[in-house]
Each structure stands twice: as structure tokens, then as C-alpha cells.
């Protein structure tokens, strides 16, 4: 075995053995570019190294995915001739250094990753995590992450239609900022990140590279935040990269009009690792060989090395496999879009290693003739990074968090605490483009978005496509396994409030060390639990993002996994209730009443209790047949709802975070009417937290009850709507102009504290 | 049955939604691009929102230079409907085709919400199929959309009616809380508001219709 020279190698991000890997695949020492070009492609961001072992747990398949995880977008076949896109990635590392640029290159990665496919992106949701907002600076964040999504996203055209708040201090000192795009094309027009042929082109569309963004997937994604200084170390600002919308634009529209004109064989968009990930990826794909001209690569400064030119992050950028005959054709198209357009390689034959095989080889060299300069097998690059099971170990410490429960705990002062539950987040949103393309039914704010599937270019269709991106930390601290579960329920539950059943899920697994066996148990038993919940509701996964190292001065972040659900309403001609109730309504619960298990209200994980600081507990299961019987129930409803159908149906929110209590405020300080609601049996109801429960307003209890009962869904009365107060039997009596302006200026209020 | 033009400068994005809000009423419309020259044949312009240019420099700077612009000045000066939504209407006041300017939002943040207006004058192209005092709920999409002008101007803006529409809750600190105004002729408008984002109930609001239908309406040259 050889030894590492110097420690080149580990300023790279590679171990020592990950060097000797790289040598016995090579069969010699790798030279300086070589070396930084594994750096890069066997990073935990690019690789999934940690993970991937694990991630094959997860049910992927079903009648209608037409591409599943692996590629840069999970695809469904959404009927009427139309594939709906869908992909959710994380920015979190880059967003903690530098919010407003960190946001926004997360906003433009993920439309390119959508629109490889040949979609046009439709929409795009962001949940978001910081500090509590008492710190200046988790307000600085807050400010910069949501101007850095709105002026980007705007700018570049897609709405944002939604998305997630959550503070939790866990994430002071490392910040989430996740983000799903959803976008849709004519089923037949679906094309994949793959080079074939020999003899044709790679083409480099977009920006020029710079020296932005170089080690963005190594040194900043794939490590955690150690010194004091955390995300404050300026060392790492350079590895943030830079967005332009209106460059991205320009690329999306020129991309677009080359896949509708056909001149496309293969594309893929240049994201972590840039050039070397997309050549090696598109060359492994298609079993070929590819030769990359670095100097042929435009650049944006003078004196760039190869290894700068080729691991550089610079956004907006494209990689596009065309014939030779369309060349012309390709560049009159992006000149036209005002988009630069170069050939930078040349798809070649692949070798024949010793045992016979072929091999496609990434060369790299000084003009197409010239000197090669770096020379691996692709597949080697893109597909072979070593894989780990790291150890793995349930903290010592989880028994004593888990039988410290707060669901005893007395509720003294009920009118406080919910109205601190309720937060309005329409200072977010207001600031986002939600409209744009006329397909926003429901946009952000409720309990899921819905969409029309339309758009330019898409077969004319009435159905509806509905997202919904959800977490729950506190949750999945106590248990990830069953809090990730709950959290997919809880999100299908989203998805039945627009009238959506659910076809598809995507993840984003952000996590701590995963060197930390702790972390590596969470992750594992996260994975379980999603494939828990899809197997139990026979949903695929379709795509997801792992991102590790959410660490900061040694603490890991609480397991954080944020699922995102699609789901189709067939026939979409009209609005779903939403939480708007009508004077003299009746008040139901829909769904099973009581949790599974010794305590019927489990307070252990939720908002009440961990805004107290009581961050213990247990969860408790759900009763699945029932659930989603409930949850099947709800969706019909509404979906006769959307259809044109007449319902004594008004309003419909699923019970989520701050439990029935919040449901209710937030139903009447939307609607500006109050409600009477029955004494509850216990007073732990108002804040207990677990899924597939719904409060609905109807104007014909009877009939409501009736079709309940036939679909076997329980469903017990609650109250009637009206008058000016929400009082829940006699623990919680609130004016609704109080609940309204609380919950209005919360957020605000908050940010604005001492800014 | 009229023909409109919705011109598409690179960074432009309402173009779409633009023409789906015309021929949903019966225009005929066709997306034109920014280095067309020529306008003959079409009965009505629309310069829609978006980012023409990237909005680089300030919203419409660059726009006023692209090539189309000469063709819809001379378009305007012959009397043809031209309409101005958000960055449309920035790039008419950049063009001097109507007066005053567009500045960043007093809050200092992007907005989109929708916003209740009224109706102030029905003497232009926009407005003449609505009813004076209408109140209409239209969304608002914009960083800068609070208009700004000089006293002298806005004097004679108040006092010929071009002030077309304005805010009854002023979200961007719009002087005069002017939503939307037209030249003096009343062929040439522009508003902040988006008239094409609320053609349907399903979407929230129809109330823009009753501004487009007013503008595909629009048969002749305006001459007075």
C-alpha cells in the first residue's frame, strides 16, 4: 500500500484509506487534479456514503413512478398525458455562513435539477429552521434566508406556494434551509442525465466559472461547524456560491426550448462538485467515455487552474449532450436567450480494462488534442465511493428522556399558552410570489398547496396536483422512527384537506455528525420509520436528499427529517373549503379521538410541552387500518368539493402542531368567527399532538355522520360555530379579535424585537 | 375580434399568465419578442410583469432600451391601446410613456398579497367597462410599486382623472395611494396590480376581468 503524500488528500475532505481506494482503483498514485476530483465526488454530499447502505431500505416503485430516486428528479405519471417533477435538496451549510446567497443558489439548484428532466418547474416550498428569535442574530438569518428565496424565486419565475417556520434552538448555531420543487411536462418528452453516442457534444451552457463555490460539497456540506466561531468562520464564505435569477432565466427557457425542439440526447444540470460531477455522472450513465477541453471552459477570471475550473460550484450552468449535426441549431437557440453556449467535451469510446470490460474514462485535458491532464474511469467518480456502516447506538441517555413525560403535566394558564402557539407566518410568505402561472388554488398558509396542472406546453388537464412539506424534530427526538412515521401521516393528512390523495413522497434527511454513532441511529431508525409509513399507506419514495454534518461546536441538530408529499386531485373545477366556518355550524372531530396506548392525550414532543422546556416523553403509535381509513374519508370529501359537488362540508383542518387547541384559534382567526366547543374529557386534548384527526364544520351534521359512519370513520361532535369568542368548555375563553391579532403579530413582533 | 401583442423581454415571466387573461375573453394574442420592431396589425400592447433584463440598474432601466420600445412609443403616439402591468407599467414611467416613477416598497420588502381598489376614473382604456367607485380585489406582486412623482405632476394627474385606480389600504406607501393611471388620452395605462391574476374564482378573485374585458374591448385608436 502506498502512503499519502503529504496530507494533500485530507485538506480534500479524503481519508487516508478513502486515498488508498483511490490509488487501487487508479493503479497508481493519483495526481494532484485526480486527487481533487475524488475529493469532491466522494464527499458525504455527493456520494451518500453514510447513508446509502441504509437508504435501500426504502420502497421506491408503483405503477405510476416513471423515475425513481438516483436521478435528479423523481417522476410520476399524473395522468392526462402529464409527468409531475418533484425534488427536495438542502442548503443549510451555505445558508448558515451566507443567508441571502446560501438561499438563493439553493432556490436556482433545485429548479435546474427539475427542469434536467424537462420539466418546466411549477413551484417551489421551503421549510425553514432557526434559532429562537430572542438571538440577533437567528433574526439576521430569518431576514436573509426569506430575501434570498424571494429575490431569487421571483426574479427567476416560480412561485413559492410554501413551506415550513420552525425555531427550535437546536438549530442556533446551524440553521436548516430545505427546499422542494415541483414542475410538470408531457409525459413523452421525459429526458435523462445520460451521454450516449460517441462522437457527440458536451455542451456548457450558462454562466461563466468563476472561483465561487469551489469545495462546496467537501469542505463546507460535508463537515460540521466545529470551532466557536461555527457558522461565523469567514474561512468558509468563499465556498458559498453566488446566484443570478435572471442568468437561470435565460438557461431555463433556452433549456426548455432544446428539449421541446429535440436537439437534447442527454442533459444535466451543474450543481455540488460542477463540472466533474456532471461529466462523470452523464458519462457513467451512458457507459461511455467522455474528454473534457478545460481550456475551452469560459471563464469568469484569469489564471484558473484545471482543478478550479472543474470543481467549481458557479450556478447557472448547464450540461448538454447534442449530436453534431444540431450544433448550430443548439447555438442559435441560446443565442437568441442570450445564453453562452460552448463545447467543453467530447463523448468518447470506452476503454477495455483487463478483465474485458469497458470502461468509460473522464479524461481531462489541455485542448481536445492536447496534453491529458486527469484520467479516471467515471463510474469510479460518480458511482463507486466507498460506502460505510458507520456503528450505529441508541443513546444511553433517550430512557431517561423518554420517561420524563410532561403529559401529566397541569395545564394552569390554557388562554396563554395557546395563544403563544399561534404564529401567523404570512411575513414570510407576502414575500414570495405565490401566483405566478395562475395554478395557485390554495397557496401558502394552509394546511397544504394545491395547484392546477397546467402550464405552458402541458396536454389541457382539470386535474390538481397538492404539496405538503412537513417535520416534526421534536418528535423524532424522542422516537425517529415513529416520529418520522407520524410526520408522513400527518402530512397525507395535509394533502386530504385540499381534497389530494397522496402518490408520491420525497425526503430531506438532515442530520448531525454521522460519525457520532447517536446520529447514525437516528438516521437509521429514520429510514425505517419512512418506510414504515409508506409501506402502511402504499406510497413510494421517489427522490431525497441526505445532508449530514448539522452540527455546530459539537452539538447535533434534533434528527430532522422533512418529507415532502404529492398528491393528485382528479377533477379540480372548484375550492376546497378550507378553514373558513359559517355562522351556526356544527363543530365534528373526524378520526380517532384517543392515541393508541396507556395515555389517550400524549403531551410528550409537543409544541405545548416544549415551549416549556419539557422536551421528554413518549409518542404513542397509531392504529393504521383506521387511520387510514380517516384519512381516505377526509380526502373524498373534499375532492367532491373540488369537483363541483354540492357539500354541507365548510371547513376542514387537520389537528397538527398545538393540537385542537391551535386547530381551533387558527380556523377562527382566519374566519373571524368564534365557536362553542363541548368540555373536553381531559385537558392534555388541547395540546396533545398525533396524527389523522380533522376538525370539520358542516351545515348537516346528520348527513355528515351518516356518510362517517358507512366509510367506518369515527367521528364525535364537538360544538357549533359562532358569536365572537373561541371558548372550549370552561378552560379556554379567547375573543377572536384577540386570537386573530396575537397570531397576526407574532412573527413580526418577534423580529422585530430588538432589531 | 383584437389582435395583442405581449411583448417577452429576456426576464420577463407574466407573459403567459398575460396572454392566458386575453384570449380567455376572445383576443387573439401572440407573444412578441423584445427586438421586434414592428407593431402593425395589433389593436392592443401589453408590456407584462416579470424582471425584463433582470431588473438590473432599477425595474425598466434597461427595458426602455430594448428594440420594441421605439415601435411602442410610436404605437401609443398613434392612439393603440398599450397596457403596463407591474414591471410593465415600471418600464412605461422609464420610457416616459406615462409620468413619474416606481420606487422600492416603504416596507422595504417584496408583497404579494391581494389588495382591495377602486376605481377613480373610467377614462381609459382599462377602465372604461368598469363603474366609478368600483371596488375591485386584485393581488399585488412587487418590490417597487410605490409611485412617485413631482407635485406639479400629481396635480395634474388628480385634476385630468388619470389616476385610474387606487389602493384603499395603500400597501407601498404609493403617493396619492395611486394603484394605476393612464396618460391623458387614456390610451396608454399602467398599474401595479395584476389584473390577469384574478380572472377566476377558483384562483381567488374575478375581479380583474372586468379591467381586460375593458382593454380587449378597445376597437379603434384612441384620438381625443
Given amino acids: 500500500m502506498s502512503s499519502p503524500p503529504q496530507s494533500l488528500h485530507r485538506a480534500l475532505g479524503l481519508s487516508d484509506d478513502e486515498y488508498r481506494a483511490v490509488t487501487a482503483v487508479l493503479g497508481r498514485e493519483p495526481n494532484h487534479l485526480e486527487l481533487a476530483l475524488y475529493g469532491v465526488m466522494w464527499s458525504e454530499h455527493c456520494s451518500y456514503k453514510s447513508s446509502r447502505l441504509h437508504l435501500r431500505r426504502l420502497p421506491t416503485t408503483g405503477a405510476h413512478v416513471l423515475v425513481g430516486p438516483g436521478e435528479n428528479a423523481g417522476v410520476i405519471d399524473a395522468g392526462d398525458g402529464i409527468a409531475v417533477a418533484i425534488r427536495i435538496e438542502s442548503h443549510n451549510h451555505p445558508s448558515a455562513i451566507e443567508p441571502y446567497q446560501g438561499a438563493a443558489t439553493g432556490v436556482g439548484g433545485i429548479l435546474r435539477d427539475v427542469f434536467t428532466m424537462g420539466a418546466r418547474p411549477l413551484a417551489v416550498m421551503d421549510p425553514l429552521f432557526f434559532g429562537e428569535l430572542r438571538d440577533a442574530r437567528q433574526r439576521w438569518l430569518v431576514e436573509g434566508v426569506v430575501s434570498g428565496i424571494s429575490g431569487y424565486g421571483n426574479s427567476v419565475g416560480v412561485p413559492t406556494i410554501g413551506g415550513e417556520l420552525t425555531f427550535d434552538d437546536c438549530y442556533a448555531g446551524n440553521p436548516l434551509v430545505n427546499v422542494l420543487c415541483v414542475g410538470a411536462l408531457p409525459t413523452e418528452r421525459l429526458v435523462l442525465g445520460v451521454a450516449s453516442g460517441v462522437g457527440n457534444l458536451a455542451v456548457l451552457l450558462g454562466s461563466r466559472t468563476g472561483r465561487d463555490g469551489i469545495g462546496g460539497v467537501s469542505v463546507l456540506a460535508s463537515a460540521g461547524f466545529s470551532g466557536d466561531e461555527g457558522a461565523l468562520d469567514d474561512a468558509k464564505r468563499p465556498s458559498v456560491q453566488v446566484g443570478d435569477p435572471y442568468e437561470e432565466k435565460r438557461l431555463i427557457e433556452a433549456c426548455l426550448e432544446l428539449l421541446d425542439r429535440g436537439y437534447v440526447v442527454g442533459i444535466q444540470d451543474l450543481g455540488g462538485a460542477g463540472l466533474v460531477c456532471a461529466t462523470s455522472e452523464t458519462a457513467a450513465r451512458g457507459g461511455v467515455g467522455m474528454d473534457v ?126 395563544l403563544s402557539l399561534l404564529v401567523d407566518p404570512s411575513w414570510v410568505y407576502q414575500q414570495y410570489d405565490s401566483q405566478l402561472f395562475l395554478n395557485t388554488v390554495v397557496g401558502p398558509g394552509r394546511d397544504a398547496a394545491l395547484l392546477r396542472l397546467a402550464g405552458p406546453g402541458l396536454p389541457v388537464s382539470t386535474r390538481g396536483v397538492a404539496l405538503s412539506t412537513d417535520s416534526n424534530p421534536r418528535w423524532c427526538a424522542l422516537d425517529p422512527r415513529l416520529g418520522t412515521a407520524l410526520t408522513i401521516y400527518e402530512s397525507v393528512a395535509n394533502l386530504a384537506c385540499v381534497g389530494a390523495t397522496a402518490k408520491a413522497v420525497v425526503n430531506c434527511l438532515n442530520f448531525g455528525n454521522p460519525e457520532h454513532p447517536g446520529v447514525m441511529w437516528q438516521l437509521s431508525e429514520t429510514i425505517d420509520g419512512v418506510a414504515d409509513a409508506c409501506d402502511a399507506l402504499g406510497l413510494p419514495v421517489i427522490g431525497g436528499n441526505v445532508s449530514l454534518y448539522n452540527e455546530s461546536g459539537g452539538n447535533d441538530i434534533d434528527p430532522t427529517p422533512v418529507v415532502g408529499l404529492l398528491g393528485v386531485v382528479e377533477h379540480l373545477v372548484a375550492s376546497p373549503p378550507g378553514w373558513n366556518w359559517g355562522d351556526d355550524d356544527d363543530l365534528v372531530l373526524v378520526g380517532v379521538r384517543r392515541a393508541v396506548g396507556e395515555r389517550p392525550f400524549p403531551l410528550g414532543g409537543s409544541r405545548w410541552a416544549t415551549g416549556r422546556g419539557r422536551r421528554g416523553g413518549r409518542l404513542s403509535e397509531v392504529e393504521v387500518s383506521t387511520l387510514r381509513a380517516t384519512l381516505e374519508f377526509v380526502a373524498g370529501e373534499v375532492a367532491a368539493i373540488c369537483g363541483g359537488g354540492a357539500s354541507d362540508v365548510t371547513a376542514v383542518h387537520d389537528v397538527s402542531g398545538g393540537g385542537l387547541a391551535a386547530a381551533l384559534a387558527e380556523m377562527a382567526a382566519v374566519t373571524g368567527v368564534g365557536a362553542t366547543v363541548i368540555g373536553l374529557d381531559d385537558v392534555a386534548e388541547l395540546f396533545s399532538e398525533f396524527p389523522g384527526r380533522f376538525v370539520v364544520a358542516t351545515s348537516d351534521l346528520k348527513a355528515l355522520t351518516a356518510r362517517a359512519t358507512a366509510a367506518g370513520v369515527p367521528l364525535v361532535g364537538l360544538g357549533r360555530c359562532g358569536g ?27 423580529l422585530a424585537a430588538l432589531s | 375580434m383584437t389582435r395583442v401583442a405581449v411583448v417577452v423581454f429576456p426576464g420577463s415571466n407574466c407573459e403567459y399568465d398575460a396572454l392566458a387573461g386575453v384570449t380567455s375573453l376572445g383576443a387573439q394574442a401572440e407573444l412578441v419578442w423584445h427586438t421586434t420592431k414592428d407593431l402593425a396589425g395589433f389593436d392592443g400592447v401589453i408590456l407584462p410583469g416579470g424582471f425584463a433584463h433582470g431588473d438590473y440598474l432599477r425595474p425598466g432601466a434597461l427595458a426602455r432600451f430594448s428594440p420594441i420600445m421605439d415601435a411602442v412609443a410610436r404605437f401609443a403616439d398613434e392612439g393603440g391601446a398599450v397596457l403596463g402591468i407591474c414591471n410593465g407599467f415600471q418600464v412605461l414611467t422609464e420610457a416616459g410613456l406615462l409620468p413619474g416613477a416606481l420606487q422600492k416598497n416603504a416596507g422595504l420588502k417584496f408583497l404579494c398579497r391581494p389588495t382591495a381598489l377602486e376605481v377613480t376614473s373610467t377614462d381609459s382604456v382599462l377602465t372604461s367597462r368598469a363603474s366609478l367607485g368600483q371596488e375591485l380585489v386584485i393581488p399585488i406582486n412587487h418590490f417597487s410599486g410605490a409611485y412617485v412623482c413631482d407635485d406639479e405632476t400629481f396635480e395634474r394627474l388628480q385634476a385630468r382623472g388619470q389616476v385610474i385606480l387606487r389602493y384603499r389600504e395603500n400597501p407601498n406607501g404609493s403617493r396619492g395611494d395611486i394603484a394605476g393611471l393612464a396618460n391623458e388620452r387614456g390610451n396608454v395605462v399602467g398599474l401595479m396590480p395584476h389584473p390577469e391574476r384574478a380572472m377566476s374564482t377558483l384562483l381567488g378573485s374575478a375581479d380583474g376581468r372586468v379591467l381586460l374585458e375593458s382593454f380587449v374591448g378597445v376597437r379603434e385608436r384612441v384620438t381625443s
Fill in chain 1, 293 to 418: 477541453d478545460v481550456t475551452a471552459v469560459p471563464q469568469r477570471e484569469p489564471g484558473m487552474v484545471p482543478y478550479e475550473i472543474m470543481t467549481s460550484e458557479s450556478q447557472e450552468r448547464m450540461l448538454a449532450i447534442i449530436t453534431p449535426e444540431n450544433l448550430d441549431a443548439v447555438l442559435e437557440v441560446c443565442e437568441r436567450w442570450e445564453v453562452r453556449a460552448t463545447v467543453v467535451g467530447h463523448v468518447v469510446e470506452p476503454v477495455t480494462d483487463e478483465s474485458g470490460e469497458p470502461v468509460g474514462m473522464l479524461r481531462v485535458r489541455d485542448g481536445f488534442e492536447g496534453e491529458v491532464l486527469a484520467e479516471v474511469p467515471a463510474r469510479s467518480l460518480a458511482d463507486e465511493a466507498p460506502l460505510y456502516d458507520r456503528p450505529r447506538e441508541r443513546p444511553s441517555t433517550l430512557d431517561a428522556v423518554l420517561a420524563d413525560d410532561p403529559s401529566d403535566d397541569p395545564i394552569e394558564s390554557a388562554n396563554e399558552d395557546l
Fill in chain 1, 724 to 750: 365572537s369568542h373561541l371558548a372550549i368548555g370552561t378552560t379556554v375563553r379567547l375573543s377572536v379579535e384577540e386570537i386573530a391579532a396575537t397570531r397576526r403579530g407574532a412573527l413580526e413582533g418577534a
